[in-house]
């Protein structure tokens, strides 16, 4: 693994990307019935400020109290397992995601198709095909990814796939938030921009649970990525460029 990184400019796409997680602070309906939070991962192009990938997973809910574990010395007591979300085969979806066209998918409005932004759709669709199908989302190959020190990005899963792809990884600095400045900027756009018009949205109440008080339908995790990708590929990428 290289040195820590401490530059954070960049002028060529995919020149420099940041990637990192966050809680959404949605409610979706999970696979058991019940209501998830939910976790967000962005991969972020700092030279175009592009969302070039985002993963959404459910969180599992910790179990409270301790377990008993065999130690050297018989039992002991530990601290339960906390509530888990992105994992690594996450991690490497991410990278999957970045380096091939976003479909556009059924109910997805037709101002958000490639041929209708900014992107040069001709050029595209002449090298890939599928672009003639595609939202309007960037393709950018990461040449070098800024991670954090979590267990997901800095295990050996991610960093074999980037190393499969010619992606060159540095951890950024510990307590240095400069060093993701512009992944931690697109999670507070997300938040406001998105997050907000879900009305499943806890805020800063992570207990609050919308919908189940006022009878409305949860989304499924599907549903709400869908509507994810699609605000990605028309409302971000508008306020980006504007």
């Not at 970045?98 to 669709?125: K, Q, T």
């Not at 997300?190 to 409305?216: A, C, H, I, L």
């Not at 499924?220 to 504007?242: P, Y």
Request: hydrophobic share 40%; proline share 7%; glycine share 8%.
């Amino acid at each position: 693994m290289a040195p820590p990184f401490s530059v954070t400019k960049a002028t060529m796409p995919g020149e420099l990307v940041q990637v990192d997680s966050t809680d959404l602070d949605v409610w979706v309906l999970g696979d058991d019935g019940r209501p998830a939070r939910v976790e967000l991962t962005l991969a972020i192009c700092v030279a175009t400020r592009s969302i070039i990938a985002a993963v959404l997973r459910p969180k599992q809910p910790g179990r409270r109290g301790r377990r008993r574990t065999v130690g050297q010395g018989g039992l002991v007591s530990a601290p339960r397992a906390k509530g888990r979300a992105t994992k690594a085969v996450d991690a490497c979806e991410l990278l999957a995601q970045a380096l091939v066209p976003a479909p556009m998918r059924p109910g997805y409005d037709a101002a958000v198709h490639a041929s209708v932004s900014d992107l040069p759709y001709e050029e595209l669709v002449a090298v890939d095909p599928r672009f003639a199908h595609a939202a309007a989302r960037p393709v950018i190959i990461p040449e070098l990814v800024v991670i954090d020190h979590g267990t997901v990005f800095a295990g050996r899963t991610f960093f074999d796939a980037c190393e499969y792809l010619g992606i060159s990884v540095r951890p950024a600095r510990k307590r240095t938030g400069q060093d993701k400045a512009v992944v931690e900027r697109s999670f507070g756009s997300v938040k406001s921009k998105f997050s907000q018009k879900v009305n499943s949205y806890t805020g800063r109440d992570p207990v609050r649970v919308r919908r189940t008080v006022n009878g409305e339908q949860l989304w499924t995790l599907a549903e709400l990525d869908a509507l994810l990708q699609q605000w990605i590929a028309g409302d971000f990428t508008d306020r980006r460029s504007s």
